[in-house]
């Protein structure tokens, strides 16, 4: 198959994910969104992986979901303290550290 | 123990003295310090004496040794070394330096004792000795800069010494500023010359001083001229002399210290030590003795009309400096030298003679209030009597013989110098005038309160403590005579140093006497062995027996002028003189304007240019411009900066993704 294909979901997925990161005010569908994005990047690592016809790509893909998993871990701990202190759970609002 | 060796010594004892007395300042109690420091003088000059004995003993061609303690740098052919020149006329320096000192320091052992800074006194005096030798040893051009600098610094901190006084301290100021003028062409003078010698070392810039004069002419006059300014600066030769009147300020063995032995007498060295050069190039030599002679005029018709006794002694220091630096710019090196030596016996010994005088009067120095000395002081009178013969040169005493033998030079070069030659004898008139103008005054007619008082026993104490330069009452007792102080007369190391100068000042002529004994002409011989000029000069009895007469009638006539309008009246005969010409009477007592024309030359527009960086360039230019406008640039680019700053978390995403577009889009459109 030709690999154009696989490189059009990965954009779409892409675009997808960016356009709810830009859009959204939820942190959590933004955290999604950001695991779309990344996904969407594994997609095409995949991709050009198989079509070199050797395993650094999925390596690398393997390292980006860890990197993810680390990042939500992170992200969703900050979301729940934020949740716990009874703050709006809005990242228009959390913004105290504009310059 | 070898010369050299002997000369070491002679330096390290001054210097162990200063270290003693500012180190022990707590522990010195009473008169230890005024030991210690005399002792160091006294070690000095027996050391002196051994160099000079062992000097002798070499053969002629081996009295110039050269002593190196180490190597303070070397770069490339440049040696700067911490190293000694042993020869006739630096023996001759140091003999004349620590010998005259020595006597000064048993001086202001007895002078200074009623003062509160007396360690402090002892510590200066011993640094300056110690740095005029330093000037006087030097074998190269490094150690002589060292020791000229420090010169100045030591007699910044003695004519300010008495720190609570402004008129002292702005007169250490103006010293200190035209000695650094001086300092700064000394060492521009030296760059030039070590340009094209390559080296530091004097013996070895002199070994080529006949290739450096033909090849680079232009440039040895430049740096022979640049040399001269050092010497006017500390000789206190026009246009540099302004500060040595003022230099009155300070304790009287001071003045007599700068004024006889060290100081004043270091720009004649210079000439005479770098005499190679100066053969090589007739411009820069001219300009010295041009110069000398200028000074030599123009300070005699300034002490015809001073009225400080201090200062009248001042110009005649000046004045006589001018003979010495005309006589080895000119070539008469010996002569010039020797004038060099009578003149520190006799000019100090005028100057103790005028503490005991000024001490008498309770500090004040003024000519105006003081009369009738005679009988009260009659040791400080003998004294100043024999110093004044010896300055006016009446022979025998030493100046007469000293001062004719720079004249007769003079006068057998020929040429224009003949010039030079009448302005000398000019001179030696106005010098014999005001020498005995002070005395006559000072000694003669009805005795003043303070002479009564003395003639009684009692010394004369003024009620409160006033600057006597301007009368200022002062609060503090810093340099006012206290109760405890002494007049030179009654005291006896100060009798002591005071006769022992006057011997000196009377029979000091006897090494140079023309026709009779030539020692100082055979001791300096090896120093000025490879002179050109000197055997050019042919000695003609003519002149020589013209000389001796016009000196001693000009000599005469100058006291018997004095006397008439001094001695007889009570100087009517002046002020009637003052009256008929008053344009030409202000002009000497206001020095030639040489204060306000400095001041109009140099001292305002450095004023000005210094109030223009100050108001104008730095308030505009570098606060406004240069500071303001950087902080201005950086507020502005953070202020947008700040402005993407907003906080908000989607909008720095977009940001990013823009960014990275823009990244991608560039990579692509490579490819």
Same mark, same amino acid.
């Given at each position: 198959?030709?690999?154009?294909?696989?490189?059009?979901?990965?954009?779409?997925?892409?675009?997808?994910?960016?356009?709810?990161?830009?859009?959204?005010?939820?942190?959590?569908?933004?955290?999604?969104?950001?695991?779309?994005?990344?996904?969407?990047?594994?997609?095409?690592?995949?991709?050009?992986?198989?079509?070199?016809?050797?395993?650094?790509?999925?390596?690398?893909?393997?390292?980006?979901?860890?990197?993810?998993?680390?990042?939500?871990?992170?992200?969703?701990?900050?979301?729940?303290?934020?949740?716990?202190?009874?703050?709006?759970?809005?990242?228009?609002?959390?913004?105290?550290?504009?310059? | 123990?070898?010369?050299?060796?002997?000369?070491?010594?002679?330096?390290?004892?001054?210097?162990?003295?200063?270290?003693?007395? #500012?180190?022990?300042?707590?522990?010195?109690?009473?008169?230890?310090?005024?030991?210690?420091?005399?002792?160091?003088?006294?070690?000095?000059?027996?050391?002196?004496?051994?160099?000079?004995?062992?000097?002798?003993?070499?053969?002629?061609?081996?009295?110039?040794?050269?002593?190196?303690?180490?190597?303070?740098?070397?770069?490339?052919?440049?040696?700067?070394?911490?190293?000694?020149?042993?020869?006739?006329?630096?023996?001759?320096?140091?003999?004349?330096?620590?010998?005259?000192?020595?006597?000064?320091?048993?001086?202001?052992?007895?002078?200074?004792?009623?003062?509160?800074?007396?360690?402090?006194?002892?510590?200066?005096?011993?640094?300056?000795?110690?740095?005029?030798?330093?000037?006087?040893?030097?074998?190269?051009?490094?150690?002589?800069?060292?020791?000229?600098?420090?010169?100045?610094?030591?007699?910044?901190?003695?004519?300010?010494?008495?720190?609570?006084?402004?008129?002292?301290?702005?007169?250490?100021?103006?010293?200190?500023?035209?000695?650094?003028?001086?300092?700064?062409?000394?060492?521009?003078?030296?760059?030039?010359?070590?340009?094209?010698?390559?080296?530091?070392?004097?013996?070895?810039?002199?070994?080529?001083?006949?290739?450096?004069?033909?090849?680079?002419?232009?440039?040895?006059?430049?740096?022979?001229?640049?040399?001269?300014?050092?010497?006017?600066?500390?000789?206190?030769?026009?246009?540099?002399?302004?500060?040595?009147?003022?230099?009155?300020?300070?304790?009287?063995?001071?003045?007599?210290?700068? $004024?006889?032995?060290?100081?004043?007498?270091?720009?004649?060295?210079?000439?005479?030590?770098?005499?190679?050069?100066?053969?090589?190039?007739?411009?820069?030599?001219?300009?010295?003795?041009?110069?000398?002679?200028?000074?030599?005029?123009?300070?005699?018709?300034?002490?015809?009309?001073?009225?400080?006794?201090?200062?009248?002694?001042?110009?005649?220091?000046?004045?006589?400096?001018?003979?010495?630096?005309?006589?080895?710019?000119?070539?008469?090196?010996?002569?010039?030298?020797?004038?060099?030596?009578?003149?520190?016996?006799?000019?100090?010994?005028?100057?103790?003679?005028?503490?005991?005088?000024?001490?008498?009067?309770?500090?004040?120095?003024?000519?105006?209030?003081?009369?009738?000395?005679?009988?009260?002081?009659?040791?400080?009178?003998?004294?100043?009597?024999?110093?004044?013969?010896?300055?006016?040169?009446?022979?025998?005493?030493?100046?007469?013989?000293?001062?004719?033998?720079?004249?007769?030079?003079?006068?057998?070069?020929?040429?224009?110098?003949?010039?030079?030659?009448?302005?000398?004898?000019?001179?030696?008139?106005?010098?014999?005038?005001?020498?005995?103008?002070?005395?006559?005054?000072?000694?003669?007619?009805?005795?003043?309160?303070?002479?009564?008082?003395?003639?009684?026993? $009692?010394?004369?104490?003024?009620?409160?403590?006033?600057?006597?330069?301007?009368?200022?009452?002062?609060?503090?007792?810093?340099?006012?005579?206290?109760?405890?102080?002494?007049? #030179?007369?009654?005291?006896?190391?100060?009798?002591?140093?005071?006769?022992?100068?006057?011997?000196?000042?009377?029979?000091?002529?006897?090494?140079?006497?023309?026709?009779?004994?030539?020692?100082?002409?055979?001791?300096?011989?090896?120093?000025?062995?490879?002179?050109?000029?000197?055997?050019?000069? &042919?000695?003609?009895?003519?002149?020589?027996?013209?000389?001796?007469?016009?000196?001693?009638?000009?000599?005469?006539?100058?006291?018997?002028?004095?006397?008439?309008?001094?001695?007889?009246?009570?100087?009517?005969?002046?002020?009637? #003189?003052?009256?008929?010409?008053?344009?030409? $009477?202000?002009?000497?007592?206001?020095?030639?304007?040489?204060?306000?024309?400095?001041?109009?030359?140099?001292?305002?527009?450095?004023?000005?240019?210094?109030?223009?960086?100050?108001?104008?360039?730095?308030?505009?230019?570098?606060?406004?411009?240069?500071?303001?406008?950087?902080?201005?640039?950086?507020?502005?680019?953070?202020?947008?900066?700040?402005?993407? &700053?907003?906080?908000?978390?989607?909008?720095?995403?977009?940001?990013?993704?823009?960014?990275?577009?823009?990244?991608?889009?560039?990579?692509?459109?490579?490819?």
């Amino acid at each position: 198959m030709n690999i154009g294909w696989y490189l059009a979901v990965s954009a779409l997925v892409f675009c997808t994910g960016a356009a709810g990161v830009l859009t959204r005010r939820s942190p959590l569908v933004i955290l999604l969104c950001l695991e779309l994005m990344l996904n969407a990047a594994n997609l095409a690592l995949i991709a050009f992986s198989r079509m070199w016809g050797n395993g650094d790509g999925q390596i690398f893909a393997i390292i980006v979901m860890v990197v993810a998993a680390c990042e939500v871990c992170i992200g969703l701990g900050l979301v729940v303290a934020i949740f716990r202190r009874r703050l709006p759970i809005d990242v228009d609002e959390m913004r105290e550290l504009h310059g | 123990m070898s010369p050299t060796t002997a000369a070491w010594l002679a330096l390290a004892c001054p210097l162990a003295g200063t270290i003693v007395n #500012a180190l022990g300042f707590r522990t010195l109690k009473g008169r230890l310090p005024g030991v210690v420091g005399t002792a160091a003088l006294a070690a000095a000059f027996v050391f002196a004496v051994i160099a000079f004995v062992q000097l002798q003993g070499n053969g002629e061609e081996h009295r110039q040794l050269v002593s190196s303690l180490y190597d303070y740098a070397v770069v490339g052919t440049i040696d700067a070394k911490l190293s000694i020149l042993v020869d006739p006329l630096s023996v001759l320096m140091m003999l004349v330096v620590t010998g005259v000192s020595t006597l000064i320091h048993v001086y202001s052992f007895g002078y200074m004792s009623g003062d509160r800074g007396y360690t402090r006194f002892f510590a200066y005096l011993n640094f300056f000795v110690f740095s005029m030798l330093l000037l006087v040893l030097a074998a190269n051009f490094f150690l002589l800069i060292v020791g000229w600098a420090f010169v100045g610094a030591a007699s910044y901190l003695l004519i300010s010494f008495w720190y609570r006084r402004t008129t002292a301290t702005s007169a250490g100021i103006k010293a200190f500023v035209i000695n650094v003028v001086g300092d700064i062409g000394l060492t521009l003078g030296t760059f030039f010359i070590l340009k094209h010698s390559g080296t530091l070392d004097f013996l070895g810039t002199f070994a080529q001083a006949k290739e450096i004069g033909a090849t680079a002419h232009g440039d040895l006059t430049a740096g022979l001229i640049l040399l001269l300014v050092g010497a006017f600066a500390k000789s206190a030769q026009i246009p540099f002399h302004t500060w040595l009147p003022d230099a009155m300020e300070g304790p009287t063995p001071v003045s007599a210290l700068i $004024h006889a032995a060290t100081m004043v007498t270091a720009g004649v060295y210079l000439i005479a030590r770098m005499h190679p050069l100066f053969e090589q190039s007739v411009a820069a030599a001219d300009v010295g003795t041009i110069i000398g002679a200028v000074t030599l005029v123009v300070a005699a018709t300034i002490g015809l009309v001073v009225t400080d006794l201090k200062r009248v002694i001042a110009y005649s220091t000046m004045s006589q400096i001018g003979y010495m630096i005309m006589a080895v710019s000119g070539g008469a090196y010996v002569a010039g030298l020797f004038h060099l030596m009578t003149h520190a016996f006799f000019k100090a010994l005028l100057f103790m003679a005028a503490g005991s005088l000024i001490s008498a009067m309770g500090g004040d120095q003024s000519l105006d209030r003081m009369r009738g000395f005679r009988k009260a002081m009659p040791f400080t009178f003998a004294c100043f009597v024999i110093g004044g013969l010896a300055l006016s040169g009446v022979p025998p005493f030493s100046g007469f013989f000293s001062k004719d033998e720079i004249l007769l030079v003079m006068g057998e070069r020929g040429g224009w110098h003949w010039v030079l030659y009448v302005a000398g004898y000019l001179a030696a008139l106005m010098t014999a005038v005001y020498t005995w103008r002070m005395i006559f005054r000072a000694f003669w007619g009805e005795p003043v309160e303070q002479a009564r008082e003395l003639e009684h026993g $009692h010394l004369w104490h003024a009620p409160q403590p006033t600057n006597p330069a301007n009368g200022e009452v002062e609060d503090t007792d810093v340099g006012f005579p206290g109760p405890e102080h002494h007049v #030179a007369e009654q005291s006896g190391p100060m009798k002591i140093a005071m006769g022992t100068l006057a011997i000196l000042a009377t029979v000091g002529g006897v090494v140079l006497i023309p026709k009779v004994t030539t020692w100082l002409d055979t001791f300096l011989e090896p120093t000025f062995k490879d002179s050109t000029l000197t055997p050019t000069i &042919q000695g003609s009895d003519s002149l020589l027996v013209i000389g001796l007469i016009v000196g001693t009638v000009l000599g005469v006539l100058g006291i018997a002028i004095a006397y008439r309008i001094w001695g007889m009246t009570n100087g009517e005969i002046a002020v009637a #003189a003052r009256e008929r010409v008053p344009a030409l $009477h202000r002009l000497f007592v206001n020095k030639w304007y040489f204060d306000e024309l400095i001041g109009w030359l140099v001292v305002k527009p450095l004023g000005w240019f210094g109030r223009f960086g100050q108001q104008t360039f730095e308030r505009v230019f570098v606060n406004g411009t240069l500071v303001g406008g950087t902080s201005g640039v950086v507020r502005a680019g953070s202020a947008a900066v700040r402005a993407l &700053q907003s906080g908000f978390l989607r909008a720095y995403a977009a940001l990013l993704l823009v960014g990275a577009g823009v990244v991608i889009l560039y990579f692509l459109l490579q490819s």
